[in-house]
């Protein structure tokens, strides 16, 4: 349809056509501006509960995609002055922003699939103290090696030489026959399932990688676009910083959700907030931040609200699992069976939710390599 | 010993087996008994010797046990075998975990223990579904637990031991299907690198080699060698393969499937990568791809190449074999899960690396290593998916899209590079002609990349096929008259044209006409010679074309001749010297003078134009032999006939004339000897004259 007004347009002579266009790009400049505002002010009416939900994140990426699209297609319909300097500099410019965020993307991806690792465990966890079933003491350890297999995973990486630590303290009071076993057991080099192999699932990113620091890098000298530039690029420029933006705080919130490696969140934001969608960006961001400052947050790998449902979970159930006497009680088993449903609700929550979140971190990923491409 | 499985779960994934609900009313009866009871039954002071014979009446007494409660409700009371057979589990695995004795050495007693293990976990699957005492329970479960863990640990000493991700020195002995001899990776069969077309400009700038611009071909022998490394992969001895089977039975059996999958997963993964890092594939972000080097990149590229046949024919297959072996006795929906995880994690690993070398900097030199990768995902990918049968059929259609995406992306920067090609084509114009009208190196490029090109001309087509979706497809393929128009063909015609078009505007630099049209001739030549060279080039661009052009050629030829040589053929015409000399008049004797002067002047003027012609034209290049040879006998055949006649007629006249060699110079030998010294790009100076 573009194609068939600019051909129009072209007909009726320069003048005209340069008359028209700027009219239109104009319009079209502001529809996206409010496009923006409209997506980040609906995110940021969130109530706390939902803030960083799986549910609210996977709203935050499909308003990016949409948002990236809308983009694209302006700079389809006025590709000429796209390709025009100072215009091609600051697309150039957006675009390395753009190759640091696949990175990320690859990243989290990585960080989803191990938090489908946790879900196994959760799996075996279920099993064990499966409700239908007698649960005696051989189901409990069961649950209890996999509770600390979780517990051990989903310490945040920065912390990684801790984990040593705690994985010697599995079983710390009721010690046993098979924890001797295991001390016992100096022949295998393996000493504990699954947790050192979780940690390197990553096929993506290099062990010295830094998600923080390609956030630092995809902000670095972000600023709204200078008048001149905004005159010499007919306004072209703006959309550009707005999305770049835009980009650095969905990659920053999705850092600040997925495990990741390395993902201290301290990263400013500098964004004025004289553009009527900096400031519902502005604030959410600011939430986030608040909420991963929170003492039960602060060692979090993730701030997705679904961890923290499983860490609560986990640390009841393991609080709970301590103080088991069998065979149980009706009233123990009750208690069991509430966290055991407790456990299960996250659980499902994550298997409905994590695959679409996975896919569309993916079409992030291929949105942002489709938009190089075409220009 | 039977082996045979009492639980299956359908899925990798969390699945309760449906079972009855504890009867309340038998809790008040059991409730007073503490967990204590039982802490001291697996103990290792009051081990028991291992007496088969006991082992074995247990084991009957266990069975008869099982056989009543599967028609029967259990009684409240469980047997005494049952704790027995529990307790004779515990020493088992103390020995195991103790390592008085190992697993995996001794069949007998290996089979002996899972055997228990069967037993007990068919007991405590019954014993968890019916109100019986709770202390038999305990002692069942508890067993059965330590018993799994110490499986599970087995497992992951077998999955970690290091030799299962490299070759092993006595391969034969070692775990592998028929899939070593299947395939071995096939090398990319095209594998040139090109320069880069502003190289063009640095060499023009320096001192024009020309030469080098013809592509070079480099011979890379890619890791043909380290793809042995790898021939054997996964490479478990038989035995390790035939024990986790076993394991796998046991667990899976147990209900410990998710263990046995998370552990098998985990290590399976680590080792394929590994894998891949010993076939000399390194991982890299996608930021460092888009900063890397080209010359770097290129070679990366390669590797990716063959890394990827190699995993996707030899790996996936080697994986596959030990899947099916491991989970020979399982539904066949566990190792299909596990594989497409894993198929699904590597591919589009390769993937990202793909659509990464897409987003650097397009550039035309690259798009034959870009078109390396998309008939690799063509070629290899892409059917081993769509063919992968059950196995893959978890992540089939994703992988299938993940996989055309690439190839669009491809496609795209492709075509892109075709406009770059076209565009650099269009905007190459420099101030300063090229001497001596020789070829232009970017005749030679361009013509180069062209032959090179066609190289890919199935590949090229598809992917040219696939960008045109829009109008232009349309209107090439309702165009009746040419229905098979090929897109490659019609892009190359383009760029043919293109390239015409600048040689044109260049060759208006030449302020000498005639020079011009040598270097119309020479670029003219080189491309047609090209053309026809290369048989694909040529079904390209088709007979048509090539007699278009040779017409051009033979145009040039005659403007040529017309430029350079009518003006010497001018001072040959006899016309008003043929009247005044052949008629001589003894009245007019200034006429005979006039005549002889003439005569002389004209001789002079020949002597003088062929003179400044043969040191202009002996330093033009034209570098075809062929053409050359024309050219001088064309130019012999011109001048020779018309200089010997008006020698042979007039140089009597001039005889008598004092410095007669003054005027005559030049024998029309010496003329065809000169002639044959021109274009030789070498500027002489006349002999000196014939005495």
Aim: hydrophobic share 35%; with cysteine; net charge neutral.
């Amino acid at each position: 349809m573009s194609a068939t007004t600019d051909h129009l347009m072209s007909l009726r002579g320069n003048q005209v056509h340069s008359v028209v266009e700027g009219s239109s790009l104009e319009i079209e400049l502001e529809t996206f501006q409010r496009q923006v505002t409209l997506r980040f002010l609906e995110l940021a009416a969130v109530g706390n509960d939902d803030l960083l939900s799986l549910s609210w994140i996977r709203k935050l990426l499909d308003f990016f995609i949409l948002c990236q699209d809308e983009m694209r297609l302006i700079f389809f319909n006025h590709r000429a002055q796209v390709m025009k300097p100072p215009m091609d500099r600051i697309v150039s410019d957006f675009f390395e922003r753009c190759v640091k965020a696949l990175d990320l993307c690859n990243a989290v991806r990585d960080g989803i699939e191990q938090i489908k690792q946790w879900q196994r465990l959760m799996e075996i966890v279920l099993y064990a103290l499966d409700q239908k079933n007698i649960i005696g003491e051989g189901q409990c350890r069961r649950a209890k090696k996999a509770l600390s297999d979780l517990g051990n995973c989903m310490v945040d990486d920065k912390e990684s030489g801790a984990y040593m630590a705690l994985r010697n303290r599995s079983f710390g009071r009721n010690t046993t026959i098979k924890d001797h076993y295991q001390n016992l057991n100096h022949n295998s080099n393996y000493q504990h399932r699954s947790v050192g192999h979780f940690r390197s699932l990553s096929w993506s990113v290099s062990r010295n990688w830094s998600a923080a620091k390609q956030l630092q890098a995809i902000g670095n000298s972000l600023c709204p676009p200078k008048s001149n530039d905004l005159v010499a690029t007919c306004g072209l420029a703006m959309p550009v910083y707005t999305m770049s933006s835009v980009l650095l705080f969905v990659m920053w919130a999705l850092v600040a959700a997925i495990p990741c490696q390395d993902r201290r969140l301290s990263l400013h934001i500098l964004i004025p907030r004289q553009f009527p969608w900096s400031a519902p960006l502005l604030s959410l961001h600011e939430r986030i931040l608040e909420d991963s400052k929170k003492r039960e947050r602060k060692n979090a790998c993730g701030l997705l609200r679904e961890i923290q449902g499983i860490e609560k979970c986990v640390r009841g159930i393991n609080e709970l699992v301590d103080t088991l006497q069998f065979p149980l009680t009706e009233e123990k088993r009750e208690v069991v069976g509430q966290r055991v449903e407790d456990l299960s609700h996250v659980y499902e929550a994550l298997k409905d939710g994590l695959d679409p979140l996975e896919r569309q971190v993916r079409e992030v990923f291929h949105v942002i390599v489709r938009g190089r491409v075409g220009t | 010993m039977s082996m045979e499985k009492s639980f299956s779960f359908s899925s990798y994934h969390f699945s309760a087996p449906p079972r009855h609900s504890r009867d309340k009313d038998s809790e008040a009866s059991s409730s007073n008994r503490g967990h204590h009871q039982w802490k001291s039954s697996g103990g290792e002071e009051d081990l028991q010797p291992e007496d088969h014979d006991s082992i074995l009446r247990v084991s009957e007494d266990v069975d008869r046990f099982l056989e009543t409660s599967a028609t029967t409700p259990p009684l409240l009371q469980v047997p005494d075998c049952i704790p027995q057979l529990a307790k004779i589990l515990d020493s088992m695995v103390y020995r195991y975990n103790t390592g008085k004795r190992k697993f995996g050495k001794d069949e007998e007693n290996d089979e002996l223990f899972l055997a228990v293990v069967d037993r007990i976990s068919k007991i405590s699957a019954i014993l968890s579904t019916f109100p019986c005492d709770p202390s038999a329970f305990d002692k069942t479960t508890f067993s059965l637990e330590k018993a799994m863990s110490f499986l599970e640990k087995h497992l992951c000493t077998i999955l970690q031991d290091p030799k299962s991700s490299t070759a092993s020195a006595t391969p034969t002995t070692h775990y592998h299907g028929d899939f070593q001899s299947n395939s071995k990776p096939k090398p990319p069969k095209k594998s040139s690198s090109f320069d880069s077309l502003t190289q063009i400009q640095d060499e023009l700038c320096s001192t024009c080699v020309l030469e080098n611009l013809n592509h070079q071909v480099q011979n890379q022998d890619h890791d043909q060698d380290s793809s042995n490394s790898n021939q054997y992969f996964p490479a478990f001895p038989q035995h390790k393969v035939s024990l986790m089977n076993k394991i796998a039975t046991a667990m899976i059996a147990a209900g410990y499937q998710t263990e046995y999958c998370v552990a098998f997963a985990s290590f399976r993964r680590i080792a394929f990568k590994t894998a891949l890092q010993e076939f000399g594939y390194a991982s890299v972000g996608m930021e460092e791809i888009h900063k890397m080097q080209w010359e770097v990149l290129e070679g990366e590229i390669a590797t990716w190449n063959n890394t990827v046949r190699h995993c996707v024919t030899v790996l996936f297959n080697g994986e596959r074999k030990l899947y099916n072996s491991v989970f020979s006795n399982q539904q066949s929906i566990i190792s299909q899960n596990l594989l497409s995880d894993l198929a699904r994690a590597v591919i589009i690993h390769f993937l990202n690396y793909a659509q990464g070398v897409v987003l650097t900097l397009l550039t035309v030199e690259k798009l034959f290593k870009f078109l390396d990768m998309y008939e690799t995902l063509r070629d290899v990918v892409e059917p081993a998916i769509a063919n992968g049968g059950s196995y893959l059929e978890r992540c089939k259609k994703e992988l299938a899209q993940e996989i055309a995406t690439t190839k669009i992306r491809i496609v795209e920067s492709t075509v892109a590079m075709f406009r770059d090609l076209e565009n650099s084509v269009k905007g190459d114009s420099e101030r300063v002609p090229i001497p001596n009208g020789a070829v232009h190196p970017l005749t030679r490029y361009v013509v180069n990349y062209l032959e090179y090109a066609c190289e890919y001309k199935e590949t090229l087509e598809q992917v040219l096929r696939q960008c045109l979706h829009d109008d232009k497809k349309i209107e090439l393929e309702q165009d009746e008259e040419t229905p098979k128009k090929s897109y490659l063909g019609t892009r190359l015609m383009t760029i043919m044209d293109l390239l015409n078009l600048n040689l044109e505007n260049k060759s208006m630099l030449y302020k000498d006409s005639a020079l011009r049209w040598v270097f119309l001739m020479n670029n003219g030549r080189y491309i047609v010679q090209k053309v026809k060279g290369c048989k694909e080039l040529h079904q390209c661009m088709g007979d048509d074309w090539c007699r278009k052009r040779q017409s051009w050629l033979k145009l040039y030829h005659k403007n040529y001749r017309k430029d350079t040589w009518s003006k010497v053929l001018q001072c040959l015409n006899p016309d008003g010297l043929q009247g005044n000399i052949s008629v001589v008049s003894p009245k007019d004797n200034n006429k005979d003078k006039v005549s002889k002067q003439m005569l002389k002047d004209k001789f002079k003027s020949f002597n003088s134009t062929f003179e400044d012609i043969y040191k202009t034209q002996s330093s033009w290049v034209v570098s075809d032999e062929q053409l050359k040879s024309e050219l001088r006998a064309s130019i012999a055949a011109l001048v020779i006939p018309a200089y010997r006649s008006f020698f042979g007629r007039f140089k009597h006249h001039l005889q008598s004339s004092r410095h007669v060699d003054k005027y005559i110079k030049y024998h029309p030998e010496d003329i065809e000897a000169l002639i044959e010294e021109l274009f030789d790009g070498i500027a002489k100076t006349l002999p000196k004259r014939r005495s």
